[in-house]
């Protein structure tokens, strides 16, 4: 008698009563965060009205916006320097649902030219 296939029935049957259903949904896998991110360059920055300009385009930074330099939390938009390299994700109105500056701005050391 040939154990074989039923040595991969029995180890079938185990691991679907170990793992957890499979459930339907609209049939859209989900995807990581850095396949829903975009990138810009960032053009143009108002503090007071907590707006950032991402490749010429308007963005509003909420207080539901995950925004980050590095690892820390992003805690004033003096922070990020114009012309730098961003990752974004834009939401609904203009919002933006996240934002990621890979370093801050230098600290200045003294009058700019």
Do not use: C
């Not at 980050?68 to 203009?94: C, H, I, K, T, W």
């Amino acid at each position: 008698m040939n154990t074989k296939p039923m040595a991969w029935l029995a180890l079938v049957a185990a691991m679907a009563a170990v793992l957890p259903p499979v459930q339907a949904d609209d049939g859209v896998p989900p995807l990581p965060l850095y396949m829903l991110e975009q990138r810009g360059t960032l053009t143009r920055i108002d503090v007071a009205r907590r707006m950032v300009w991402i490749d010429r385009k308007p963005y509003k930074i909420t207080e539901d916006t995950q925004a980050y330099v590095g690892s820390n939390r992003l805690d004033d938009l003096r922070q990020l320097p114009r012309g730098s390299n961003v990752a974004f994700m834009p939401g609904e109105g203009g919002a933006l649902v996240s934002l990621w500056l890979e370093h801050a701005a230098p600290a200045s050391s003294g009058r700019e030219r």
